[in-house]
């Protein structure tokens, strides 16, 4: 909205930024002297630079010519990171932090997974947990590494390599060159995942016969009580199971111990002993399973995996040769550790380091996860990971990607990086394309300015919108962080202001809505152009899901507050028909949403060029009806506004959301604005 340039904005240099070490980055745009500039060693805002500037002001007045409805806003950022790009092949395995994988198009936010994090030398495995997931249908290669790992993903997706984040794809000259994989880049990490072995009834067999322990192997019992050689909760929990699917009824568990020590559990089953021997005697002719089975079950009764040194006590010949040949079976290596202690157990001990034990633990699949972690270990194993082909298949398909704690995760056995008002780009020297989505202009001050504006004498208490030019909410928000003192500060001068977002990062926030909800007027709205899950992929990748955005209308109006949702943008002839929209205000309704404006698509210069583009790419077909709706300029015709709005209108009457009250963002309009507050937010 403000159209000054950014030499007008900074403060001088020496007085001081915030102290973030960063590697080298590109020189800084012309109308940005006195900015520092980050590049982060993360692979969510990988390809991406962040101008950090000491800002002089921060509560900008609009233009009095611009026919928004506020006077004043507040934008902590310039440029966006929603703009990302996608990822793997859904099947591709992601190293969970339990030990096992997940595909990745199976995850949730939430889940714990493996990322890493740099700490002196080395980078180190550490857990981190998925904060959003996206899908899209993208150009696929095949990346194929000399152990024989594939990976499949866009081009534009990135892999740590020995020297630094390299793209799948890319040129050495012109628009397109970039850092990307050739045959003399070696990925980091352990090589490709094992697949998990298949639950049969060998493979229980075989972990029952290492767990069960008879004390009794005369035949002539008198009781039916069977040792199991764990007290690990997730081991005696899998071999109940295992003996209540073969129709032996576990009656009750009792643990057993020596002295302070939990030892071994008692397990008393209902039914002939005979039945609990039988199942767990070893086969003639062991079959894979079986093996498999047996050596999970060895590592959960006598394993151990303690700095990297994984080891398996035997305390027989039987047992040794046992699990050796199992071991063998699967060409692992080991060595037979013996103590010289007088009664102390012999050992087996894996070698090959890392990638021997991540596939010794995905191929036999214990059930203690605990001593599964490689939580602390450096990354800095010598994997055969020298990149031997990129193809091009030749195809399009779903990609996933997803975002991390730690700004990447681990995938198929490498590290793999995180993805992550386009105009007013152009007044900072900087290009409103490819630089909005990879240069941020960030005011690190921005809440102590909003705090001390806030306090002037001039000022008057006059409502404040956020997000009215760029996202206040994007990615970027989860590292600077700049949000909550510019609420805490509006909260403390009990100011009005109303905040308008795409990001669900605003439920971090929601006590701090509550709070300054309790001594001011807080409007918050949801822009939410369309629900078509393919449209969405297509149109606005970058951004959470239209259901995600909708599940944070409800969580928000749940938590109390009278939440609007901004219909934007419509698309001509993509999200316009009467069928797209019934669907999302039908949507709408069902989130709590207190009412839905609808917003058709607005074109002004920098994003009319940018969406020609990718329409021209994505629907050629459409091209010549927009160039006729907007061929006068940025906005459609009032005619087709109207049409629009009318569809919306009867939608809402349908669905429950013509009542039209009063309040921030509550009224649905005879007849649209000229995009007030979404215009860059809405596009792509």
Not at 436 to 465: C, M, Q, S, T
Not at 516 to 525: K, N, W
Not at 609 to 621: G, I, K, T
Request: proline share 7%; with cysteine; net charge positive.
């Amino acid at each position: 909205m403000n159209a000054m340039r950014w030499d007008n904005l900074s403060a001088p240099p020496d007085e001081g930024t915030p102290d973030r070490a960063a590697p080298a980055a590109p020189p800084l745009p012309l109308a940005l002297p006195g900015a520092v500039t980050r590049t982060f060693d993360t692979p969510d805002f990988a390809g991406m630079t962040f101008y950090e500037v000491q800002a002089k002001s921060i509560i900008n007045r609009v233009p009095g010519q611009s026919r928004v409805p506020f006077e004043w806003t507040i934008n902590p950022y310039r440029g966006c990171s929603h703009a990302c790009v996608y990822c793997l092949g859904g099947d591709t395995p992601i190293l969970m932090a339990d030990g096992r994988t997940k595909a990745i198009s199976e995850l949730e936010p939430g889940d714990r997974i493996y990322g890493t994090r740099r700490r002196g030398a080395y980078r180190h495995y550490v857990v981190t947990t998925v904060l959003d997931k996206w899908s899209t249908v993208k150009r696929a290669y095949r990346v194929t590494l000399a152990d024989g790992t594939t990976l499949v993903a866009s081009g534009d997706h990135r892999f740590l390599t020995e020297r630094g984040w390299k793209h799948v794809t890319g040129t050495m000259r012109g628009g397109g060159r970039r850092p990307h994989l050739t045959s003399r880049n070696r990925l980091l990490g352990t090589g490709r995942f094992a697949v998990a072995p298949k639950r049969s009834a060998d493979y229980r067999r075989g972990y029952l016969h290492a767990l069960v322990r008879d004390d009794d192997p005369s035949g002539h019992r008198r009781d039916t009580r069977f040792r199991l050689a764990t007290a690990e909760s997730e081991a005696l929990d899998r071999a109940e199971r295992y003996l209540t699917d073969a129709g032996v009824t576990v009656e009750r568990a009792t643990v057993a111990r020596v002295g302070r020590r939990a030892t071994t559990t008692v397990v008393r089953t209902a039914g002939p002993a005979e039945a609990v021997t039988g199942l767990c005697e070893p086969p003639d002719e062991p079959t894979d399973d079986w093996a498999l089975g047996y050596l999970a079950g060895m590592f959960d009764a006598a394993g151990t995996c303690h700095r990297g040194v994984f080891r398996i006590s035997v305390a027989d010949d039987e047992s040794r040769a046992r699990a050796a040949g199992a071991l063998k079976r699967f060409d692992f290596r080991w060595a037979l550790d013996v103590p010289g202690a007088p009664g102390a157990t012999r050992q087996l001990r894996l070698t090959g380091g890392l990638p021997e034990r991540l596939r010794f633990f995905h191929l036999t699949d214990p059930a203690v996860t605990a001593r599964r972690s490689i939580e602390g270990m450096a990354l800095k194993c010598a994997a055969r990971l020298q990149v031997t082909a990129v193809e091009d298949l030749g195809l399009e398909l779903p990609l996933w990607d997803i975002t991390t704690g730690t700004g990447d995760f681990i995938a198929n056995g490498v590290v793999s990086h995180n993805c992550f008002a386009r105009n007013t780009h152009t007044y900072l020297d900087l290009d409103a394309g490819a630089d909005f989505d990879r240069k941020v202009i960030v005011k690190v001050n921005a809440g102590e300015l909003v705090r001390r504006e806030l306090a002037a004498p001039r000022w008057r208490g006059a409502h404040v919108a956020m997000g009215t030019n760029v996202d206040c909410y994007q990615r970027a928000e989860g590292r600077y962080r700049l949000m909550p003192p510019i609420i805490e500060a509006l909260r403390d001068f009990a100011n009005p202001f109303s905040i308008l977002t795409k990001g669900t990062l605003l439920l971090r926030d929601l006590p701090l809505l509550r709070q300054a909800a309790e001594v001011t007027r807080v409007g918050l709205s949801y822009s939410v152009g369309f629900v078509d899950e393919v449209l969405w992929r297509a149109a606005e990748p970058g951004t959470p899901s239209p259901r995600r955005r909708l599940d944070a209308v409800r969580r928000l109006t749940d938590a109390g507050f009278s939440v609007g949702v901004l219909m934007a943008p419509i698309l001509p002839g993509l999200s316009d028909d009467e069928e797209s929209i019934d669907a999302t205000v039908a949507a709408v309704a069902a989130s709590g949403a207190a009412s839905v404006t609808p917003l058709p698509l607005h074109l002004r210069p920098g994003a009319r060029e940018w969406y020609a583009r990718w329409l021209a790419r994505e629907f050629p077909h459409l091209v010549p009806r927009y160039r006729q709706l907007y061929q006068a300029g940025s906005y459609a015709p009032q005619a087709y506004q109207r049409e629009v709005t009318a569809r919306v209108r009867m939608a809402a009457r349908r669905h429950g959301l013509h009542r039209g009250e009063t309040g921030d963002n509550r009224r649905l309009p005879e007849t649209p604005p000229p995009a007030p507050a979404a215009e860059q937010l809405s596009l792509l």
